[in-house]
């Protein structure tokens, strides 16, 4: 865990072999991290669960340590969506997070700070939603009904927007969301690398948004406000 929260990672020294030692500061952003950056932008199948693996531990950090700094406790499913909204984050937009990286300092370093804005967001939203009002909940709106009709019927639309996902994106959602699920829970059950399921989650989530954005705009209502 210490050396994931280590902004800036030191490249091979030369000398350790009898080299020559390097003439100035070591690059912030190394070879390293600059063919991963590449694999995962280039669609390489493995790149992501690399990518994981290796800012995982750091992702986490930051939700701990952001979460502890504001002083407010985190169930597990709720530290799980956090980070499933970091890499919904880094996701988005073709990667837009990633191929907006400039080099100008360690991508560790880079993707603290933009882990650390969507960790404030999501508490702001949780502090929200605990203390009874509407909340967005990985970057949707969740509503919950006060009675068993109004729950009946968000379930009823929940159940429409899950048949629209593939069958692997639904199952995803029905066991973490309605569920209740961990991610080592959900590797067990699908048999997903344990890496795999908040990209997978947060692609889905993703979709589910768009469809509820698109409904809107469609919606009687809407259209004629727009008139």
Same mark, same amino acid.
């Given at each position: 865990?210490?050396?994931?929260?280590?902004?800036?990672?030191?490249?091979?020294?030369?000398?350790?072999?009898?080299?020559?030692?390097?003439?100035?500061?070591?690059?912030?952003?190394?070879?390293?991290?600059?063919?991963?950056?590449?694999?995962?932008?280039?669609?390489?199948?493995?790149?992501?669960?690399?990518?994981?693996?290796?800012?995982?531990?750091?992702?986490?950090? @930051?939700?701990?340590?952001?979460?502890?700094?504001?002083?407010?406790?985190?169930?597990?499913?709720?530290?799980?969506?956090?980070?499933?909204?970091?890499?919904?984050?880094?996701?988005?937009?073709?990667?837009?997070?990633?191929?907006?990286?400039?080099?100008?300092?360690?991508?560790?370093?880079?993707?603290?700070?933009?882990?650390?804005?969507?960790?404030?967001?999501? =508490?702001?939203?949780?502090?929200?939603?605990?203390?009874?009002?509407?909340?967005?909940?990985?970057?949707?709106?969740?509503?919950?009904?006060?009675?068993?009709?109004?729950?009946?019927?968000?379930?009823?639309?929940?159940? @429409?927007? =899950?048949?629209?996902?593939?069958?692997?994106?639904?199952?995803?959602?029905?066991?973490?969301?309605?569920?209740?699920?961990?991610?080592?829970?959900?590797?067990?059950?699908?048999?997903?690398?344990?890496?795999?399921?908040?990209?997978?989650?947060?692609?889905?989530?993703?979709?589910?948004?768009?469809?509820?954005?698109?409904?809107?705009?469609?919606?009687?209502?809407?259209?004629?406000?727009?008139?």
């Amino acid at each position: 865990m210490q050396a994931a929260t280590i902004a800036v990672t030191l490249m091979e020294s030369p000398s350790a072999t009898g080299g020559t030692p390097p003439v100035g500061p070591t690059p912030l952003f190394t070879a390293a991290d600059r063919q991963l950056l590449h694999d995962c932008l280039s669609g390489h199948s493995a790149a992501w669960d690399d990518f994981v693996g290796r800012f995982g531990g750091l992702l986490a950090f @930051v939700v701990d340590r952001t979460s502890a700094q504001r002083q407010i406790a985190l169930m597990s499913a709720d530290r799980d969506d956090l980070l499933a909204d970091i890499l919904l984050e880094i996701l988005h937009r073709d990667a837009a997070v990633l191929r907006g990286f400039a080099g100008r300092s360690s991508l560790a370093t880079y993707l603290a700070v933009v882990a650390r804005r969507v960790v404030v967001r999501g =508490l702001m939203q949780l502090s929200a939603k605990k203390r009874g009002h509407n909340s967005f909940v990985a970057g949707h709106e969740a509503v919950r009904g006060t009675d068993d009709h109004t729950r009946l019927i968000d379930r009823e639309q929940l159940e @429409v927007m =899950l048949g629209r996902l593939d069958a692997q994106e639904a199952r995803l959602i029905r066991l973490h969301h309605l569920e209740s699920r961990s991610y080592g829970e959900i590797s067990q059950i699908t048999g997903m690398p344990l890496g795999s399921i908040g990209p997978a989650l947060a692609r889905a989530r993703q979709k589910m948004k768009s469809q509820s954005d698109q409904e809107s705009s469609d919606s009687p209502s809407n259209r004629a406000d727009q008139h």
